[in-house]
């Protein structure tokens, strides 16, 4: 990463939405009887998720979080109460996103080569060369936060990676997602994890081998807190010009470099890896409650506008112990803490495991 600011807020909303990956998660609809499929493996479609590379579609996707999450205002999909988006891709790497927020929408597009994004309500418009930071052609990839927020497919390959080999894994029936016949793979974390997951369930199409729902259940809630699936999906070739975008007119155009520059950069990046910017994220054990922690600099402590800082105040809670003081945020699926002198830790863990890790962090 280059030299951004880091404040106290980017950290806390960009761990809102990366934390273990749990808080990329919301809530399907669609439902009926529930088909009747031949037998199959857990390891079968544990090995479908994994490898699911999902042909041309477009699609709606229904959301209904009940995380505990408040909004952010370019991913509103995440924020607690209902939600829908719409998602093409052709198959090979080409997508677009729709994601309205009230009356706006923002408008996400990869043509091949590159990234464009941008928001009706203030008509500007970022503009991201694809595979620049890493300085090599590559193939675009559908890895955007806000098509991880949305696309079940993603966030269940995220899921099985990550915790695959600290879970039971079974099957539990079938399901009809969106119309689609599918069977339900069931993720529950060993009894020897520490963490607030009771299961994770993922249907998995069972002609297209592509996950079609994700829902997250917690200990102590009957209904899953957090799904993201499909209500409406469209298989085939796709308009080619979905995939095509010129900015409107009278649009300011920008890219990353210059809102970094300009030192205007509204919204922190999705994920603790991009709040925690400057330093490397450390990682403390493994599974379902790994910890991802990092030091902000301290120059960057006091650069907290006071808007921010209110949001900050508004959703966390002041908490002390033997590594210092600092504040606790709270969701059904993740905890937060940020220690005063700039240490933030985060995970699907219950508040204690927080307060023994963060004194390892450098």
């Known amino acids: 990463m280059n030299k951004r600011k880091v404040t106290l807020a980017a950290a806390a909303a960009g761990v809102l939405t990366g934390a273990a990956g749990l808080s990329l998660l919301a809530m399907p609809a669609g439902a009926g009887q529930p088909p009747s499929l031949p037998a199959v493996s857990a ?100 890895n955007s936060e806000e098509q991880k927020a949305i696309d079940p497919a993603t966030a269940a390959k995220e899921f099985v990676t990550m915790t ?27 009894a020897t994890e520490k963490t607030l997951i009771r299961e994770v369930r993922i249907a998995v199409d069972s002609e297209l081998k592509m996950p079609l729902r ?4 917690t200990n102590g809630t009957a209904d899953p807190v957090g799904q993201v699936g499909f209500s409406e ?15 409107p007119a009278n649009a300011e155009v920008t890219t990353p470099e210059a809102k970094e520059a300009e030192g205007r950069h509204k919204v922190p990046e999705a994920g603790l890896e991009a709040a925690l910017q400057g330093k490397d994220p450390q990682f403390f054990g493994t599974g379902w409650d790994t910890v991802v922690g990092a030091k902000i600099p301290a120059e960057a402590m006091t650069q907290v506008p006071a808007e921010a800082q209110g949001l900050v105040d508004r959703f966390t809670k002041k908490v002390s112990g033997a590594w210092g003081s600092g504040k606790l945020f709270n969701t059904k699926v993740a905890t937060i803490l940020i220690a005063d ?22």
């Open 43 to 142: 390891e079968t479609l544990v090995e479908q998720v994994l490898t699911a590379k999902p042909g041309a579609f477009g699609g709606t996707v229904e959301v209904d979080n009940k995380l505990g999450l408040p909004a952010i205002a370019e991913i509103p999909q995440l924020a607690d109460g209902k939600h829908s988006a719409r998602i093409w891709t052709d198959g090979n790497g080409k997508f677009r996103l729709a994601l309205p927020n009230g009356q706006s929408e923002q408008t996400i597009v990869n043509d091949g080569t590159t990234t464009w994004s941008w928001n009706s309500e203030d008509n500007e418009v970022t503009k991201s060369e694809n595979g620049k930071d890493e300085g090599k052609d590559q193939k675009p990839t559908p």
């Open 164 to 190: 695959k080999e600290f879970s039971d894994i079974t099957v539990d029936g079938t399901a009809r997602v969106a119309n689609r016949a599918a069977y339900e793979l069931v993720l529950t974390p060993k």
């Open 214 to 217: 994700v829902a997250v259940l």
């Open 233 to 247: 999906i469209n298989v085939g070739q796709q308009d080619a010009k979905l995939f095509e975008f010129t900015p």
């Open 341 to 362: 002198d700039g240490r933030v830790v985060a995970g699907a863990v219950p508040e204690q495991v927080l307060f023994d890790t963060i004194g390892q962090v450098k």
